[in-house]
């Protein structure tokens, strides 16, 4: 077992149990829970000088290794299998195993499971939200469940290879991640091993690469009117052109738009992915619009705060990309924008350049915000901008009150960073909550 973080730990207490001789790796000198690991005969090489046991018959690995370092270097060279988690549970399927509907993207992967599981237990079903989600997906494929709503990130599906999920989508692609994969190229392959053989084949129709990578004969998703064989928008409804009911009828409704909270244009293209996975299941539609209505967001995705002096606060630091942040953009008008962090090699022109016409004003912090800034002197030069150099724990007050110094009454002062978070925070929802904390002093301030 190499890396024994998060998923580490429960995959080495199976395989205990299931009675084989278990090894642990790990390049940290000390990891939780390796008491419990040495009772259970578990042998534990810890630290950076951890190599792969001569007599090793498979390696199970976490994300944490990268492809190309010293250990599945040297599984390789033995002639020793490498596989992740994902592909370990699906090995570990037995008999009558729930079938898996999955997803992966770059984007909306744990909203999109967050809501289908909701319109799964909505049907009725003994349904979990499991993968990268946060779950175990070896523990829940040994407890027995009706069904599983898996999300994989690309690093799972890079250490797959027999992976066939009941029915699979890919939400979105772009550059992300390129630090572990090499390349775009080598990201959108891992992508593509979610659909396997028999997999219903599910895209993002106004996505060309996830068309590319479904290929012919996909169900598509988009948020213009659908064309047949695919989900859709017409005017106020979410409907299935793909997998009607009644083959007679050329629609069937599936939700309306008041149905999304919280609503954006990306979170309806996420509930017509979670409609998809479901209706391939054999949801009846008329099911999917109470689990949508049953559906609680994850915190720091696109969440309202407060309104102060009729501004409108907005907490989506969960945007820790730019494409993530270009979609949180696109949601409002008038926009004092919260951006900064570590943009780990990120091009940001793009979604700057799209972004200007929004623009009210834009506060900086963070490692990369220069830049932000280069991009925003480049396509928005009349946007007035503010530079936080400031990384202490009052850092965040100070943005706050410089956005709330910038907006205009009818305003979104919206923290949409479209980079990741440690520069400056423990992780996104840190970063979330100071944000939130300091508009809350401000709103007790405005009192």
């Not at 990268?66 to 040297?74: D, Q, V």
């Not at 009941?166 to 992300?176: G, K, M, R």
């Not at 007679?248 to 998809?276: C, G, S």
């Amino acid at each position: 077992m190499a890396g024994l973080a998060t998923t580490g730990l429960p995959i080495a207490r199976i395989l205990v149990g299931m009675g084989a001789r278990v090894t642990g790796v790990d390049s940290r000198p000390e990891i939780d829970g390796a008491g419990e690991l040495r009772a259970l005969g578990v042998e534990l090489l810890l630290g950076e000088g951890a190599v792969l046991p001569p007599d090793t018959d498979l390696v199970v690995i976490t994300p944490g290794w990268r492809p190309g370092t010293p250990l599945p270097l040297a599984a390789e060279a033995m002639g020793v299998e490498v596989i992740g988690d994902a592909e370990l549970a699906w090995r570990l399927r037995g008999p009558g195993a729930a079938p898996w509907l999955a997803l992966t993207g770059t984007n909306g992967k744990t909203t999109v499971v967050r809501m289908l599981t909701s319109i799964l237990r909505t049907a009725g079903y003994d349904a979990v939200a499991v993968g990268n989600v946060g779950e175990s997906l070896v523990e829940a494929v040994v407890e027995g469940h009706d069904v599983l709503a898996v999300e994989l990130s690309s690093f799972q599906l890079h250490w797959s290879s027999t992976l066939a999920p009941h029915a699979a989508v890919i939400l979105n692609l772009a550059p992300d991640h390129l630090d572990w994969h090499g390349s775009m190229e080598s990201y959108g392959e891992a992508k593509a091993k979610i659909f396997g053989a028999g997999t219903v084949r599910i895209c993002n129709a106004d996505d060309p690469a996830t068309v590319a990578l479904a290929g012919e004969d996909a169900i598509g998703f988009t948020l213009l009117t659908p064309a047949p064989g695919e989900f859709g928008v017409v005017e106020d409804l979410l409907v299935d052109r793909a997998l009607t009911a009644d083959p007679v009828r050329e629609a069937d409704q599936i939700a309306e738009l008041r149905d999304i909270v919280p609503f954006a244009p990306h979170n309806v293209a996420n509930a017509l992915a979670a409609a998809a996975l479901a209706r391939a299941f054999g949801v009846p539609s008329e099911v999917i619009s109470d689990g949508l209505k049953a559906f609680q967001p994850d915190p720091h995705r696109i969440a309202t705060v407060a309104t102060v002096r009729e501004v409108t606060y907005v907490d989506d630091s969960k945007a820790t990309n730019p494409h993530a942040a270009a979609a949180s953009l696109a949601a409002f008008e008038n926009i004092v924008w919260i951006a900064g962090g570590l943009l780990k090699g990120a091009d940001i022109d793009a979604l700057v350049r799209d972004a200007a016409p929004r623009l009210r004003a834009a506060v900086l912090l963070g490692a990369d915000r220069a830049q932000i800034a280069e991009a925003l002197a480049r396509h928005a030069p009349n946007v007035p901008v503010v530079d936080v150099a400031a990384t202490d724990t009052g850092a965040m007050d100070l943005v706050v009150t410089e956005a709330a110094r910038l907006a205009q009454p009818g305003d979104t002062v919206l923290l949409a960073p479209a980079g990741a978070s440690m520069d400056m925070f423990r992780n996104y929802g840190a970063r979330g909550d100071a944000f939130a904390a300091a508009v809350g002093r401000l709103t007790a301030d405005e009192r």
